[in-house]
């Protein structure tokens, strides 16, 4: 592991929007996301087959004729569950699991056992070149304001680099926020165990052509509790203090096109601590800033293939002891077309500049260019569904890269879906990994200039199937080889990254799911993930069990009346118990909610009410954050 020592609505006339709307698309560093299509999509339970979603192929889709392993959480269930961050929501997906350094700092991603993923919001890039701490994550799901303005999470596993270029080996995750439908504002205040409290506001509203969709949130934890081996610790130093905001505007120029705008803010000021048990110390405090702005202009609105112009700015300061600063823009655009009624094209165009630095370690002006362009055509062939694409990148330090894409769709009636795709991958090393810098009494870990970027191949098949309007099914196999990967080597003195020979991937999703009557439902899955690595020495390839545990989901819902309660469980196995202690764990966590009346709710929660033993992530020879005891929380939400 690579463990770096850093990191009044009334008011809001015509006039005034229609003037912010100008000078942002005109000045500011801007974004532009794929359509809103399926805002308005089935706001049912997760992955839900007949949803539309956008992210797999970067156009309106129906799930069943997407060729890709995709899972959606909605708003819905976002609210049902009371999720405080983007990572509590998608670590009960199948196949995910999050790392957090901390209890409530970063929070780092795998899909299927990788942790080279891209996060958007509403189609915006958030990864970095300068990484978020955790192995090669290059991005921190703790850079999300608010789960208030989330209107759902796509998550698509498997490569997707032909659409979406270097750090999608794994996939990507999208987050889409939600556009003011209504005049309203909502209040959530909550308390809960070790002294944490929380007061989140939001406020949403039209105005003829015009909507906002705003939130302002602030969260204080104390120090929190664990168990080490039998015995109970409070983890010191483990405080933090969390401040948020974030802000969509969306302005209707006609029938077929839209403004749009986002700004997302967020604060951490938390301690960061080293081991566990008596050994536990702090290692110093952490802050860190996001700013990320954009806006955008969208046209062909409502069709089969809309496209976008898309301009962004996203900006990250971290502080401990020394500052690290990382700064993203660039433009994006899209376009499609519907060249009859078998075949839909979509072609693209990005630009993208990162500028990092850490003054105090000699680590600055590190700029890193790609620029690339996409093109991809969905063809029907009756039941039969043909997608083939490519992407080229040219990057400033790599040079030029091709990745193409083919994928299978095919649907022998409207209940069932077999799918099958393969593309080339391209994932260059980030700025981390060829400059950084840091050294202190646990040692020194720094980049290796001489790295060479990781090329390889992913492939995926999977089938769907509805046996009838309560119960589905699903089954998918992945596989990925790629050449040069890259691993952060660690002692005892620190680290520093190598390119190995190679690295292969490979596993099964089950999936179940159904609905025992008007009030009851349930839902079973099942992920086995492998890891192996040839490291060159002649030994050939090496189970790699240090890596993501295969998982096990389960989750009862009831819903009737006032009342809606959940139980979610999620259990690992398979862990190198040198590296985690234990080989596996099994998290059950309970919430329940109460509607008072129409706009006003009372809820109560428990996370990790077994108070199982497990650790978030570790190295040889130390343990690091160890996963949190028992918590619980009580709210109040009420809206008018």
């Known amino acids: 592991m690579k463990s770096k020592k850093i990191y009044g609505k009334d008011c809001l006339t015509r006039k005034v929007l229609a003037a912010f709307f100008a000078s942002s698309l005109c000045c500011a560093p801007v974004f532009a996301a794929e359509s809103d299509a399926a805002d308005e999509a089935t706001d049912n339970a997760v992955n839900d087959l007949g949803a539309t979603v956008v992210t797999a192929e970067r156009i ?3 799930r069943m004729d997407t060729p890709a392993n995709v899972t959606v959480i909605t708003a819905k269930e976002i609210a049902a569950n009371h999720y405080a961050t983007v990572g509590e929501a998608v670590e009960h997906v199948n196949g995910v699991t999050v790392t957090r350094m901390g209890g409530q700092q970063q929070e780092f991603v795998r899909l299927n056992g990788d942790e080279r993923v891209i996060i958007l919001v509403d189609g915006e890039r958030l990864n970095n070149d300068q990484g978020s701490t955790y192995y090669r994550a290059s ?3 703790n850079m999300i304001p608010s789960m208030k303005n989330i209107q759902r999470i796509e998550i698509v596993k498997g490569g997707a680099s032909a659409l979406y270029g270097s750090d999608a080996v794994g996939g990507v995750i999208n987050i889409i926020t939600k556009k003011g439908v209504k005049n309203e504002t909502t209040v959530d205040l909550s308390t809960g165990s070790w002294k944490t409290h929380s007061l989140e506001l939001t406020n949403q509203g039209t105005d003829g052509n015009y909507s906002w969709f705003v939130t302002g949130a602030m969260t204080n934890g104390g120090n929190f509790d664990y168990n080490y081996r039998g015995s109970g610790y409070t983890m010191n130093s483990s405080d ?5 905001f974030s802000l969509r505007l969306d302005g209707k120029i006609d029938e077929r096109s839209s403004a749009h705008i986002y700004y997302g803010h967020r604060s951490v000021n938390a301690a960061q601590y080293t081991g566990i048990g008596a050994a536990a110390t702090a290692s110093g405090k952490l802050t860190e800033v996001f700013n990320n702005v954009s806006a955008s202009y969208r046209f062909k609105e409502g069709t089969a293939a809309p496209g976008f112009l898309r301009v962004f700015n996203n900006y990250k300061t971290a502080t401990q002891g020394t500052e690290f600063n990382t700064l993203l ?6 376009n499609g077309w519907q060249l009859d009624d078998k075949n839909t094209l979509i072609a693209g165009a990005e630009w993208h500049q ?6 105090l370690s000699g680590y600055e002006g590190k700029k890193i260019t790609n620029k690339a362009l996409y093109v991809q055509d969905t063809m029907k062939l009756g039941k039969l569904s043909f997608v083939p694409g490519v992407r080229v990148d040219n990057h400033s330090i790599f040079g030029t890269h091709w990745t193409p894409k083919a994928a299978l769709n095919y649907r022998p009636d409207d209940a069932t879906q077999f799918y099958a795709s393969w593309g080339k991958v391209f994932k260059a090393p980030t700025a981390d990994d060829l400059y950084y810098y840091s050294s202190s009494m646990w040692g020194t870990w720094k980049g290796n200039p001489d790295l ?6 992913t492939a995926t098949l999977g089938m769907n199937h509805k046996f009838n309007d309560k119960a589905s099914m699903g089954i998918s196999y992945f596989e990925s080889r790629l050449n040069d990967a890259i691993r952060w080597v660690n002692t005892f003195s620190g680290g520093s990254p190598t390119n190995i020979n190679r690295e292969k991937k ?4 089950l999936s179940f799911r159904q609905r025992l009557d008007d009030a009851w439902s349930y839902d079973l899955a099942y992920s086995y993930i492998r890891t192996e690595k040839d490291e060159g020495a002649g030994s050939g390839y090496l189970w790699d069990n240090t890596s993501q545990p295969n998982g096990y989901r389960l989750g009862l819902h009831y819903a009737k009346g006032p009342w809606r309660a959940n139980i979610l469980g999620r259990m690992g196995s398979g862990l190198a118990e040198s590296r985690y202690i234990n080989s596996s764990y099994a998290i059950w966590d309970f919430n329940v909610n109460y509607d008072i009346e129409k706009n006003m709710t009372a809820y109560f929660r428990i996370n990790n009410f077994t108070d199982e033993e497990y650790y978030r992530n570790a190295t040889a020879g130390s343990y690091y ?4 005891g028992r918590f619980y929380q009580v709210g109040l939400t009420c809206s008018f």
């Open 240 to 244: 933090y203090r969390n401040r948020s």
């Open 452 to 457: 060479d970027p990781e090329t390889g191949w």
């Open 139 to 141: 991005a921190d799901l």
């Open 506 to 509: 490979r596993g099964i999703e």
């Open 60 to 62: 309106p889709t129906e």
């Open 354 to 359: 990162s500028d990092s630095s850490n003054k």
């Open 329 to 334: 823009w660039g433009v994006d655009y899209q």
């Open 625 to 628: 954050y160890p996963g949190t």
